[in-house]
């Protein structure tokens, strides 16, 4: 049983952690911070911070299962609403649980894509993972509407121009926080 | 006879010379595939062990076949599934298994190494993988994508192909641009376009 912690709301950037390290999201835009890449200890510590993250890219914790006992730890008891996996299964337990499930859809060509689409669960509250976020800029108007809402661009965004070129056709983006702090810069008034 | 497929350093150059290679993912495209002037045929789709008699037309239509070993169906991407291949006439081999780079040469093949772009962070085992695998030509996958992260990109010691979502001339010419040898496209319109 996870707590009633109210809908998951995606921010329009998601800013990458390896969990290791605090990350602040910089003011001006509307940003939360994605733990990828790390181990289950440091995603226990940085989740018990005082600056938890929003989400969390649950097939890259090293120590992490992927089963719905890994979604209800994360959940129930680390408070993270919103997780990206490779497995459409798990998502649909994140929405089962009221939170946001993301699922991978690899981009690579478009026959490729398609593939992939074929295994989204296609319900509410599990959307998409465009990986590689980059390349959201390149699909036809049809392939976008292919793509179950909301979407997140993750992966190769590394330049202030592709950031917002992405994040126009994307509810949202990942980059890493110096290119958070440039967007947010770049958004004040000279 | 024994069909004995060019050397990759003649490969390379009848996609130098004509850098807009057909890549097929179903036998109704061959047609077309084969009256257009692309110099080289992908195969990406369809049955791997029945592959003789598309391989022959292919020959007989001047142009040469590169086959995804890991996309056929029939085959295990493995040594013996590359020898197959070389026993069906086929002049190209593309896997992303690393390991395979040295069979698919050792049968006298051009291997090519498709390397998929998900996230920067890969770059540097993917980077490793390819020094390791030592292919003749590295597939770069989402192409489309290539001239806006050549600047992360390693230099690589070998051509590079560009594939995925690449539909249309300014794609082509912004990736050439970028340093591709190539591309493969299923887009037909653009199949033999120099």
Known sequence: MTPDLGPAVLPSVLIVSDGRHSVYPPPGIDAGVLVRDTDLASLVHRANADDPPQAVDIDSVAGLGGDDAAVDFVMGRLGIRIVLTRRPQLAARVAGHGGLGLVHVFAYDSTGMSRSLESHPGIANVGSVLSPGLVIVHLRPEELDRLPRPVVAYGLIDELDDARACGALADSIVVRPALAARLAASLVPA | ?194
């Open chain 2, 1 to 194: 006879m024994t069909y004995s497929p060019p050397d990759s350093a003649t490969f390379i150059e009848r996609v130098a010379a004509d850098p807009c290679c057909a890549a097929i993912t179903a036998d109704e495209y061959l047609d077309a595939a084969l009256a257009s002037r692309a110099p080289v045929i992908f195969i990406l789709r369809g049955n791997g062990l029945t592959l003789g008699s598309v391989v022959r037309r292919i020959h007989a239509a001047n142009k040469l076949v590169a086959v995804h070993v890991d996309l056929v169906g029939g085959l295990r991407a493995d040594r013996a599934s590359v020898s197959w291949l070389a026993g069906s006439g086929v002049d190209a081999v593309i896997s992303s298994h690393g390991q395979l780079m040295a069979a698919i040469r050792h049968e006298h093949m051009t291997a090519i190494h498709r390397l998929l772009l998900g996230r920067r962070s890969q770059l540097d085992s993917a980077v490793s993988a390819i020094g390791h695998s030592a292919p003749n030509i590295v597939e770069i996958l989402p192409g489309v994508i290539l001239p806006s992260v050549v600047g992360m990109m390693p230099r690589f010691d070998v051509p590079v192909l560009a594939g995925g979502f690449i539909r249309t001339a300014a794609d082509v010419q912004a990736v050439l641009a970028a340093g591709a040898l190539g591309v493969t496209t299923s887009s037909q319109a653009l199949w033999g376009v120099a």
